[in-house]
């Protein structure tokens, strides 16, 4: 009589009809590990004109789940080799548990949990998904473009309310980090530039090289970077929250679009908000290296602000505005879609916002790279 362990029997016999007759006795509650099922297997290949299993557990005072598991397998054994699995024998609560493991569908990727994927698979996987997100990401700025194509005819639900709040939200209130952080990109260009210049005698060409490089370039840019840092991320998490929330799909269930009342003042505000931040972020950056140059250059105030006033073209100016305010819409335009494609918990949310984020700076460099290259080739 084979042994399932201490406290628990295991016997194996032939019945007439070519039936495999299991019996079980004894607390399987006592158990470490499932009992063995290689008996049972050794019977089945010693018997091959085995036609059904069937179990006797009149003597079991107790199982767990080692115990349904184990049944389980037999289950299993039989479904490979064509043989009947007759339940009959075991107990209601173990039946009723075998009925909802058949009911219910294993996961197909339950296999691989902690597992290591193939290479193909992963990469097939990995294009997939990036296929996917590149249809959302043309998807979602197509219903942008519709909004505001409904805004223009004045049939879109906006509310310059809401507009108006934000625009104070992500323009007078990011004044302070907008300007701390240019001064510092003010002074460093201005350091920079005199360290090399100074070799040359031409201290006095760190006044062009501040103002030239700030409203061209380092203006926009770096408010451009701050605002998906500061406001981009939060448009993500508030529209996530309400994602969580169940606020947008009440929305819809109104016949409310939430592109039209949600993304779009989002949009609108930053749109008008940053011109104004990047002539703000100009003037702070060049006010920066002067600092630089009337501290350490021996250059007077005057000269600086002249060669200042000289290097920087109107073209130049607007050039960095126009920017700006594209850089603008790529902020809220990461921001918002992460946060609607958000998921329903949390870890969701925040998961949107590093995805905004990431999103917006990839999208900011990108586009000032392309900015770069069309004014080559046009001459500005």
Same mark, same amino acid.
């Given at each position: 009589m084979p042994q399932?362990?201490?406290?628990?029997?295991?016997?194996?016999?032939?019945?007439?009809?070519? %039936?495999?007759?299991?019996?079980?006795?004894?607390?399987? =509650?006592?158990?470490?590990?499932?009992?063995?099922?290689?008996?049972? &297997?050794?019977?089945?290949?010693?018997?091959?004109? @085995?036609?059904?299993?069937?179990?006797? /557990?009149? #003597?079991? /005072? $107790?199982?767990? @789940?080692?115990?349904?598991?184990?049944?389980r397998n037999c289950a299993e054994l039989c479904r490979e080799r064509n043989i009947e699995f007759r339940d009959e024998g075991l107990p209601e609560g173990v039946r009723r548990l075998l009925r909802l493991a058949r009911a219910v569908p294993e996961k197909k990727d339950v296999g691989r949990a902690g597992g290591k994927v193939p290479f193909l698979p992963k990469v097939?996987?990995? *294009?997939?998904?990036?296929? +996917?997100? !590149?249809?959302?990401?043309? +998807?979602?700025? #197509?219903e942008c473009l519709l909004a505001m194509g409904n805004l223009l005819r004045g049939r879109a639900?906006? =509310?310059?309310?809401?507009?108006?709040?934000? *625009?104070?939200?992500?323009?007078?209130? %990011?004044?302070?980090?907008?300007?701390?952080?240019?001064?510092?990109? #003010?002074?460093?260009?201005?350091? @920079?530039?005199?360290?090399?210049?100074? &070799?040359? $005698?031409?201290?006095i060409y760190v006044a062009d090289l501040v103002g030239v490089a700030t409203v061209r370039e380092m203006g926009c840019l770096m408010t451009g970077i701050i605002l998906c840092g500061r406001t981009g991320a939060a448009f993500a998490a508030q529209l996530g929250t309400m =994602?969580?929330?169940?606020?947008?799909? +009440?929305?819809?269930?109104? #016949?409310?679009?939430?592109?039209?009342f949600?993304?779009?003042? =989002?949009?609108? +505000?930053?749109? *008008?908000?940053?011109?104004?931040?990047?002539?703000? %972020?100009?003037?702070?950056?060049?006010? $920066?290296?002067?600092?630089?140059? *009337?501290?350490?250059?021996?250059?007077?105030? !005057?000269?600086?602000?002249? &060669? /200042?006033?000289?290097?920087i073209e109107l073209k130049s100016f607007v050039l960095g505005i126009v920017k700006g305010s594209f850089f603008g819409f790529l902020v809220a335009y990461s921001g918002c879609m992460r946060g609607m494609q958000s998921g329903y918990s949390a870890a969701a949310v925040g998961e949107a916002t590093t995805k905004a984020v990431v999103t917006g700076i990839t999208a900011i460099i990108a586009s000032d790279g392309i900015f770069a290259v069309i004014c080559h080739a046009l001459g500005i």
């Open positions: 399932a362990g201490p406290g628990a029997n295991l016997t194996v016999q032939h019945a007439p009809a070519g %039936a495999l007759l299991v019996g079980l006795s004894g607390d399987y =509650r006592e158990q470490n590990e499932l009992p063995n099922k290689r008996t049972i &297997r050794e019977a089945l290949d010693n018997a091959p004109d @085995v036609k059904s299993l069937s179990f006797e /557990t009149g #003597g079991v /005072t $107790g199982w767990d @789940v080692l115990f349904v598991a184990f049944i097939g996987e990995g *294009v997939l998904k990036g296929w +996917a997100g !590149t249809i959302g990401l043309f +998807a979602f700025l #197509g639900r906006f =509310r310059w309310s809401d507009a108006f709040l934000i *625009v104070q939200q992500c323009g007078p209130q %990011a004044l302070g980090i907008v300007a701390m952080i240019n001064f510092l990109v #003010g002074l460093i260009l201005a350091f @920079v530039g005199a360290t090399e210049l100074m &070799r040359f $005698g031409a201290s =994602r969580v929330n169940e606020e947008i799909s +009440a929305l819809e269930t109104f #016949g409310v679009p939430p592109m039209e949600l993304v779009l003042p =989002r949009m609108m +505000a930053l749109i *008008v908000a940053m011109p104004f931040l990047c002539a703000f %972020a100009d003037f702070i950056s060049i006010a $920066g290296g002067y600092v630089v140059s *009337v501290s350490m250059l021996n250059v007077s105030s !005057t000269e600086y602000l002249l &060669r /200042t006033i000289h290097a």
